[in-house]
Nanobody
Framework: QVQLVESGGGLVQAGGSLRLSCAAS????????MAWFRQAPGKEREFVSA????????RYADSVKGRFTISRDNAKNTVYLQMNSLKPEDTAVYYC????????????????WGQGTQVTVSS
């Protein structure tokens, strides 16, 4: 059984930065695409970013492109999300997910999910 544990969330002022981490346990995910999604209060969960198993291919939602960077360290079974120039509209619970081989922005492509970490951006 795969377990994903997110960390690094918190309260930050607009324009600030945070780095989220997602540590996987149970089995190696070095051959799985990984992704970050987020869910704001009253809204549906939405795609943020994804990365291929090799780290070569990445994808971003338009709303975070140029501000967020996804990366992974397969030796540590960990994926990261560096978030810069944060805006109040980035406030949400951020979820890590593990999927199949291909990078995807679809929730249904991801089989394993973490419990989420809260990110709050004040104006």
């Amino acid at each position: 059984q795969v377990q994903l544990v997110e960390s690094g969330g918190g309260l930050v002022q607009a324009g600030g930065s945070l780095r989220l981490s997602c540590a996987a346990s149970g089995r190696t995910l070095s051959r799985n695409a990984m992704a970050w999604f987020r869910q704001a209060p009253g809204k549906e969960r939405e795609f943020v970013s994804a990365i291929s198993w090799s780290g070569i291919s990445t994808r971003y939602a338009d709303s975070v492109k140029g501000r967020f960077t996804i990366s992974r360290d397969n030796a540590k079974n960990t994926v990261y999300l560096q978030m810069n120039s944060l805006k109040p509209e980035d406030t949400a619970v951020y979820y890590c997910a593990a999927g199949g081989v291909w990078v995807s922005s679809e929730l249904s492509e991801y089989d394993y999910w973490g419990q989420g970490t809260q990110v709050t951006v004040s104006s």
